[in-house]
């Protein structure tokens, strides 16, 4: 039929709401996309989040709609021509404390001699607090020196943020922390963090790039006090001179010793309790929680 008509509706609201926030607003909006008028009773009902603390409506109205706050819904039979939108119906909100970061509001169309019902529900994602939150059911993690271990984190992201990243500072000396899946898009989504601690250990390494306070002192600085004592000993000039060839060579043997290997101890992971701080990082915001490790 040409002239069926075919309501629609579509579901809004403005900016982030705020956990205990009382007259938070959704605006319900029913347009006729068919190529006739509506005949006959229209209704729009709203369903709220499905959360255990959802919203708390306090109002329900619009120009020309007989509204039930008791049921979410409202009523009208007036004519609504093609291309057309109704007055637009508040539904007023209290936010409660407890509340998901996350939520949907949905709403619905019926009536009005619609033949299309495939444009007849529209929802909207809601997010309550600041536009990006991490947290986690414990931020205590403790680990045995050597080894690893994990936390896992729940991050809420504001629609249209896009990327979350995420990072962590504050780790002890050799550890290293790492995220599954390192970003993500999704208004909800859980994120794995493992930090890995390390145990001491010794390596090989050039005398060059030894520490400073690992390098031995020079050879020659201990031989020469050792030759001077043996020379004032020696009793006619030939043997001091033979003796002092043979300390010569001595050096230089001992010289080309030195700039051999040497060995150093690598520290690990000290034990102790850390505050490590992770970040989740999208679109110029931030948020962050502190994680308790503890080495063992």
């Not at 409660?96 to 299309?116: H, K, L, R």
Request: charged share 5%; net charge neutral; aromatic share 4%.
């Amino acid at each position: 039929d040409v002239i069926a008509p075919d309501p629609t509706i579509a579901a809004t609201h403005t900016g982030n709401f705020t956990p205990g926030q009382t007259g938070a607003t959704f605006i319900l909006t029913v347009s006729n996309a068919g190529f006739g008028p509506t005949s006959g009773t229209v209704t729009v009902t709203d369903t709220l989040p499905n959360v255990p603390t959802t919203f708390v409506p306090t109002a329900m109205a619009g120009t020309g709609w007989s509204c039930t706050l008791a049921t979410l819904t409202c009523t009208r039979a007036d004519a609504l021509a093609s291309g057309s939108s109704y007055p637009v119906i508040t539904l007023t909100v209290n936010v409660p404390q407890g509340i998901a970061p996350n939520v949907t509001n949905t709403a619905t169309v019926s009536g009005g001699g619609d033949v299309n019902t495939n444009n007849n529900t529209a929802t909207d994602a809601t997010h309550i607090g600041a536009p990006l939150q991490i947290t986690s059911p414990s931020n205590s993690l403790t680990v045995t020196q050597g080894s690893s271990g994990t936390v896992t984190f729940t991050v809420n992201s504001t629609p249209g943020l896009g990327t979350v990243t995420f990072a962590c500072t504050g780790l002890p000396a050799g550890a290293a922390c790492s995220f599954n899946p390192p970003s993500e898009n999704q208004l909800s989504a859980t994120v794995t963090m493992t930090l890995s601690t390390t145990v001491s250990s010794s390596a090989v390494v050039p005398l060059d790039n030894a520490l400073p306070t690992q390098t031995p002192a020079p050879i020659y600085a201990m031989v020469f006090p050792v030759i001077g004592l043996i020379g004032l000993a020696a009793r006619n000039q030939k043997a001091r001179r033979k003796l002092l060839m043979l300390a010569a060579g001595a050096i230089v043997l001992l010289s080309l010793t030195s700039c051999g290997d040497h060995k150093t101890i690598i520290p690990g992971t000290p034990k102790g309790t850390f505050s490590v701080t992770v970040t989740a990082s999208g679109a110029g915001t931030q948020a962050t929680t502190v994680v308790n490790v503890t080495v063992q």
